[in-house]
Structure formats: structure tokens, C-alpha cells
């Protein structure tokens, strides 16, 4: 057993304390190792290219002054970098307006498109400060009702709504140029009063129901979840797994003691700043809300260098082009939204520091227990290892968590698919335009046959791109994959066990705060005093300077409008603009090395408390993981031993289901292509298309089961299935026309398929095999029949 997790019991023993004492100095050196190493590779080759660049520079500037350009140059960047300080002014100006006016207009959404209300949540029996909307699609866009519709969910962490359909290249803009519609959850800025998540919950059930209603000829609609909303429809879909269609958690982190060594300081907050009781002052402070300003501070300090000198210095850079763009981006990022007491508490305490959701203990109210095994939609995950917020730990670590192994995933007749990507940001993977004309366009294309894919745990890869721009196309193959493989991101360090002192310390502070301290807080907070504490938060403050309600700026707009009418920008190739840009990645830099050592010290600092034999004592009630079955004994659940008893059993569908299982299985990925000509057959022609969508899902959960633990039987029934040459021939033929041509097969895939002919009694390959479906006819003839 990990000594990290030790029995609640278990009694004193000086060499398990050793070990731990020995375990923990590890921990420590190896935080500083990887700290130092990752300061010395990223600084050392930042400081090499600074100061080639500033050789350079320097003779560059050498040779304009032999030539008596230099002064030239001096007096345009001087009159340029004058021009663009007064510019900057006008746009810092103008977002102070901006924010202004958005708080006044209540901060709506930050959609580029119209919209419509479907529901609003104030309205519902648990009243909610959540509205569903229905995206109207632009001139020259069709949508069609039967398409399966799509139900955008954005995070609510501080920031307002809106940022999935930030811009045209976005999840909405996806969506509607495929002819989908297109939903959208958006919240007011103010919740209802004793609001809770689990009201939020009901109502996010019912935007789902009504969405179903309005599209009876359509699948359950696709939901997509950016970062907190990612988690967020994991709960619906983990309380409510009859209505949700596929899943597509964006971001979203559902393992949240998950991280590296030397890599994802962010989890460490709820160990250093006192866990929920700080969650719990500020909304006392803010008369019982939560202030999102505070969740927007905690974003910005985790790269202090972008958030408060390079998006400003890029702004001044770039004035001419780039105003426009940050005041889009800005209006969002300052729309300042609240959430209740018990909302605030509930995240910090089940999610961030009890990490809870990931264990199967988390409680959305009393008597329900959320267990995301139970979510029975196909989910897509997208993480990227650039995410400073959501490491593609904590977004995927959920599964090996909740699952025995990859087998365990097929028998629950699950499918989820994963794809990491190597670099974006954690805001690129919602706003970046590249992402949604690729990642998103491919996850939106996958939606269309991700329920034709045998169950089990894959990951997504784009292995080509043909062709550029809006014309680009992929090539994408699903590679299945093993719990150890998402292992296999992680470091295996046994850190997570140093976050279960962190959860029971932080249980004991939220209760000693709540009866010793709050009603003192509480009694000395009013409704003025709250309104004062927001008003002075900082984030705000800094924002309402720089506006027009101070004196000194409000002659700035018209000083712009005279800058820019005499416009004089330097050259991109003046020397002192260089000089600049090389002062600013300086100053740039000196930002990141201040932020990696914090970042150290802050990793250091919480394995030096937490990683002690006296933590390790304090956390052992919750230094737990989740009780799952043995691999060996899941053949022996009811459900499987019920699947097997009809090896033998079935027909048509269910044989040429079963062997495409046994294909997919046998090469170990699938390519897309083959997957639409199987969704294609399944969706279209008979007797698979008259079995509904459900019937389907169970059939191919049927059959994967017995692939699994009976594949000799699974190929040696097959003549029981079809008992008919003519019968043999027809399925053989569907499964051969998926598979694709011959030449595109591997060896293995080929044994295959022969090992099917010799079950089936047909002969062997020869050099083709159909390159036509041949339950087309029945297609044909069923849409000639009159409807009844």
C-alpha cells in the first residue's frame, strides 16, 4: 500500500514515518530540480536571444549614425511612440466607458450573433439567474430543425457569458455554418436569491428538455462545456444520464488535486490560503455574495507578466490595428458577474480542495451523490498541455479515477475520446480562431459518427492536413487507448495524497469560522459597506480611473481624434522601435522570473507543510481513493455474464455489428472516414436504421461485451447468426465496404477479415473487396414505400 494512504487506523510506526519523512524530502528536491532546470532551459535561451539581439542592435544603431540617419529616426519614433501613449490613453478611456455602460445594460452576453430567449431560469420553480437562448443564425446561413442541435454552457468564474460566440471562427460559428442549431445557457449578473448549484442544475435540465422538445425529429442534442461549465454538465449529465446527448468538456477540470512536479502551482491555493474560509469571509463581506472579481485577480496573478504589462504594451505596439480587439476581449474579461454564498462554498469545498467529484462523493444536495460513471453520453475531452488553468491532468485524470481499467469503460458501453493539444493557452482553446477552424470544426465533424464507434477509451488525433484555410480538411483517426496512457501525463509522485491534509484542515477551518466568527462578520456588514468593498476591489477600481468619471481623461477622446488625424507611424524597421520591442521582452522577462519563483517557493513552501508525517496524520480520513473492482472480477457482473449467455443469439444487425467490433478492435484506431461509412449504414439503411438510435447504442454495447471477453466465440458463432449464404454474403459485404479498400488495410485487419470468411464458410480474399454499399437497395426501397 502507498504509505501516502495509510488506514485511518493505522497505528503509530516509526519506519512508515521514515519512509514518509524520506518521501516527502524527495518531493521537495525534486520541485526544486524541475523548477530550476525549467528557469534555466526557458531564461537561459530567452537571455542568448536578448542579447544577440541587442548586438545586433547596437551596430545596426552604429551604422545610422555613420550615415547621420539616426537622428532621423530618433524624431519619427518620437513622434510615434508620442502619438501612440495618447491613442492608448483613449483606449484605456474608452474600456472604462465600455464597462460602464455594459454593467448599466445589465452585462449581456458578449455574442456577436442575435439571439432569442427560449427559458428564462428566473422564471422556473427554483428560480435561477440562467436563460437559454437560441443563436438566430446570419443572413446567408440556414439552419435545419431535424440537424441535432448544439447547447453552448460558458464558464461562470467571474466572467459573464458569452465567449464561446465571441467571434464568427468560434464553437457557435462552427455549429451554424453545418447547419445546426445553436443554444446557448448565459447568466445574469446577479443570482437569484439563495441560489444553489443544485437549482442550477434543475434548470440546466430543463433548457435541455425544452431543446428536445422543440427538435422531436433530431438526436439528444450535443453540449458543449467550456472550463467551469465543463464540469458543470458533467453534473447534469452525471444527475440526469437519460437526457443529455455527447459531451464536450472544453477545459474543464474534473481532477482537480491533479498536476506535475514543477509545473501546476495553481492547486496549491487551497492549501495556502486557508482552503473554503476564504470563500466564506468574502462572501460574508459582500453580504452574502460572492464577488467574481476576486476569481478574475486569482486568473491574472497566475501570469502576472501578460495580465499587467504585455496585453497593455501589445495594445500601445499595435494601437492602429489592435484597439478594436482589446476593447472586444476586454468588455468580457471586465464584465464582473456573483454567485451566492452557497455556490462559492460548495465549488471550493466539493471541487477544489475536496476534489470530490473525481472520487464519487460528491453530494449535490442531500441524499444525491454525483458519480460520473453514470453518465452514459459519448464525451469528448480537449485539454492542452499550454493550459495554466486546466492542465491536461486534472482534465482527464477523472477517468483512471472512476474506472478499474479500459475494459471497465466498454462494459459500461461508455466512449469517451480525448485530444491534447501541445500549446494553446487556456482562453485560445474557447477564443482562438485556429482552434475553432481546426479543433473545433474536427469535434463538431466527430459529433456526427461518435456513436458509431465501438465503446472504450480513445484518443483523437489529426494525422494530416490537406489544403488551407477555410477550404482545409483533416485527416483524423481515433487511437484507442489505455487508463495508462492518461497515467502516463501525470508524474506519479504520489503528490495528490498531500492535498487530502489540505481538505480536512480546510473542513475544520470552515466550521470554527462558521461558529465562532461569522455572526461577528455578518452582524458588522451592511448593504453599504458590501457595496463599498466591490466598488474599492481593485479589478474595478483600476477600470473606473480610466474613464471619463475622472476629470483629468475626459479631454482624452478629443486629443485622439486630433492624434489620428495626423497620424504619423514609424517604420517597422526604425531602430528605436526594435529597441522597443527588445525592452519590453525584457521587461517581460523579468516578470516570468519573478513568476517562477514565486511559483517555486509556493510548491516548495506547500510540500514543506503538507508533505510531514504530521500532515500525513492529520489528512488519513481523507486520503482515500475510489473503491473499484478488481479487473479480473468484471467479467463476473451480472450485466456481462447476461451479454454472454447471448453469444450465439441474434441476426443480421447483430453479426454485422459484432464485426465491426472485432475490426476495430483487431486494428487498434479508427479512421474517420471509415467511421462516417459506418455511421452512414447504422443511421440510413435497414434493419439498422428502423432500431432507433438507443437500440443501436445497445447493440453496439452488446457486442463490444462479448468481443471483449469472448472473441474466439464471438467470430465462431457468426454462422449461427447467419444461418443463410445469402445472408453471409450480404453482411460480410457491409462490414468489407466500411473497412474500405484493400490497399488502405493492415496486415492485421486483412487476417481478420479472412478469419470471418473461413467462420462464415465464403472464400478467401482475392485483390477487391465492395467498394459499394450493399444495403443501399434497402434504402432505396424503404424511401419508395408510402409513409404510413
Not at 437549482?199 to 462545456?225: C, L, T
Not at 472544453?250 to 488535486?257: D, V
Amino acid at each position: 500500500m502507498d504509505p501516502y494512504f495509510s488506514p485511518i487506523d493505522a497505528p503509530i510506526d516509526c519506519a512508515r514515518d521514515a519512509e514518509l519523512a524520506a518521501r516527502h524530502a524527495q518531493l521537495v528536491l525534486k520541485s526544486i530540480g524541475r523548477r530550476c532546470e525549467a528557469m534555466g532551459r526557458t531564461h537561459g535561451a530567452r537571455l542568448r536571444e536578448i542579447a544577440s539581439r541587442s548586438g545586433a542592435l547596437t551596430r545596426r544603431a552604429h551604422d545610422l549614425s555613420a550615415r547621420h540617419e539616426l537622428q532621423q529616426q530618433g524624431l519619427a519614433y518620437a513622434i510615434d511612440a508620442a502619438q501612440r501613449a495618447v491613442l492608448t490613453l483613449e483606449a484605456l478611456v474608452q474600456r472604462g466607458n465600455n464597462d460602464r455602460a455594459h454593467a448599466e445594460a445589465g452585462t449581456p452576453p458578449v455574442l456577436v450573433y442575435e439571439s432569442e430567449v427560449v427559458v428564462d431560469g428566473a422564471a422556473l420553480p427554483r428560480p435561477v439567474n440562467y436563460v437559454l437562448l437560441r443563436i438566430l443564425p446570419p443572413d446567408g446561413l440556414e439552419v435545419y430543425a431535424w440537424k441535432r442541435p448544439y447547447l453552448i454552457v460558458d464558464p461562470r468564474a467571474g466572467h459573464g457569458a458569452g465567449i464561446g460566440g465571441f467571434k464568427t471562427d468560434s464553437q457557435v460559428g462552427v455549429a451554424l455554418r453545418d447547419g445546426h442549431p445553436v443554444y446557448f445557457v448565459v447568466f445574469r449578473p446577479h443570482p437569484e436569491p439563495g441560489q444553489t448549484l443544485a437549482d442550477v442544475m434543475r434548470a440546466e435540465a430543463a433548457f435541455v428538455k425544452e431543446i428536445a422538445r422543440r427538435h422531436p425529429a433530431s438526436p439528444k442534442p450535443i453540449i458543449v462545456g467550456n472550463c467551469q461549465g465543463g464540469w458543470a454538465i458533467a453534473i447534469l449529465a452525471a444527475a440526469n444520464p437519460d437526457i443529455t446527448g455527447p459531451l464536450v468538456l472544453n477545459g474543464s477540470p474534473l481532477a482537480y488535486w491533479s498536476g506535475r512536479i514543477g509545473e501546476n502551482p495553481m492547486r496549491y491555493n487551497g492549501g495556502l490560503l486557508g482552503g473554503v474560509v476564504p470563500a466564506m469571509v468574502l462572501s460574508d463581506l459582500g453580504n452574502g455574495v460572492f464577488d467574481g472579481c476576486n476569481l478574475v485577480a486569482n486568473f491574472e496573478m497566475l501570469d502576472p507578466g501578460r495580465n499587467y504589462f504585455a496585453k497593455y504594451f501589445d495594445l500601445y505596439r499595435d494601437i492602429d490595428k489592435g484597439r478594436e480587439r482589446f476593447l472586444g476581449f476586454e468588455r468580457w474579461w471586465g464584465g464582473f458577474h456573483f454567485m451566492t454564498e452557497a455556490e462559492i462554498e460548495w465549488i471550493v469545498d466539493q471541487l477544489f480542495v475536496g476534489n470530490k467529484l473525481a472520487r464519487g462523493e460528491a453530494r449535490i444536495e442531500r441524499g444525491r451523490y454525483l458519480d460520473l460513471k453514470a453518465i452514459r453520453s459519448p464525451i469528448i475531452v480537449f485539454a492542452s498541455h499550454g493550459d495554466n488553468i486546466t492542465p491536461p491532468q486534472q482534465a482527464l485524470n477523472w477517468i483512471p479515477a472512476s474506472y478499474a481499467d479500459e475494459h471497465e469503460i466498454k462494459i459500461r458501453g461508455q466512449r469517451i475520446v480525448y485530444m491534447v493539444h501541445e500549446k494553446v493557452g487556456h482562453l485560445g482553446i474557447f477564443v482562438s480562431s485556429s482552434i475553432a477552424k481546426k479543433e473545433h470544426a474536427e469535434v463538431a465533424s466527430t459529433m456526427k459518427t461518435i456513436e458509431a464507434l465501438a465503446p472504450g477509451l480513445y484518443e483523437m488525433r489529426i494525422d494530416q492536413v490537406i489544403g488551407e484555410g477555410v477550404a482545409a480538411r483533416f485527416l483524423v483517426s481515433f487511437e484507442e487507448r489505455r487508463l495508462d496512457d492518461i497515467r502516463a501525463l501525470d508524474d506519479s509522485d504520489g503528490d495528490e495524497a498531500l492535498f487530502a491534509a489540505v481538505a480536512r484542515l480546510s473542513e475544520l477551518g470552515g466550521d470554527v469560522y462558521d461558529l465562532a466568527l461569522r455572526p461577528l462578520v455578518q452582524a458588522c456588514v451592511t448593504p453599504q459597506l458590501a457595496d463599498l468593498y466591490r466598488n474599492l476591489h481593485p479589478s474595478r477600481l483600476q477600470r473606473e480611473f480610466f474613464s471619463d468619471r475622472t476629470p483629468a481623461f475626459r479631454g482624452v477622446t478629443f486629443l485622439a481624434g486630433a492624434v489620428r488625424a495626423e497620424r504619423r507611424p514609424a517604420a517597422a524597421d526604425n531602430v528605436f522601435v526594435e529597441a522597443e520591442r527588445l525592452w519590453a521582452d525584457m521587461v517581460q522577462q523579468s516578470f516570468d522570473v519573478m513568476r517562477d519563483l514565486r511559483d517555486s517557493l509556493y510548491e516548495c513552501l506547500f510540500i514543506g507543510i503538507y508533505g510531514s508525517p504530521i500532515m500525513n496524520w492529520i489528512g488519513r480520513s481523507k486520503a482515500y481513493q475510489r473503491a473499484k473492482k478488481d479487473p479480473a472480477e468484471l467479467r463476473f457482473l451480472p450485466d456481462v455474464q447476461a451479454i454472454l449467455l447471448g453469444v450465439n443469439r441474434g441476426g443480421f444487425a447483430e453479426a454485422a455489428i459484432r464485426m465491426l467490433v472485432l475490426l476495430a478492435e483487431s486494428r487498434g484506431a479508427v479512421r474517420r472516414d471509415r467511421l462516417e461509412r459506418s455511421a452512414r449504414v447504422l443511421d440510413r439503411d435497414e434493419p439498422f436504421a428502423g432500431l432507433g438510435a438507443e437500440r443501436r447504442a445497445a447493440l453496439i454495447h452488446e457486442q463490444s461485451v462479448i468481443a471483449e471477453f469472448e472473441p474466439d466465440r464471438a467470430i465462431d458463432s457468426l454462422a449461427e447468426l447467419l444461418p443463410t449464404p445469402d445472408l453471409r454474403t450480404k453482411a460480410l459485404g457491409v462490414v468489407e465496404y466500411i473497412a474500405g479498400p484493400i490497399e488502405e488495410m493492415e496486415p492485421h485487419t486483412i487476417t481478420m477479415l479472412q478469419r470471418f470468411r473461413r467462420a462464415l464458410g465464403l472464400p478467401a480474399i482475392q485483390t477487391t473487396l465492395a467498394t459499394s454499399d450493399p444495403l443501399a437497395s434497402n434504402r432505396e426501397a424503404s424511401a419508395m414505400e408510402p409513409a404510413a
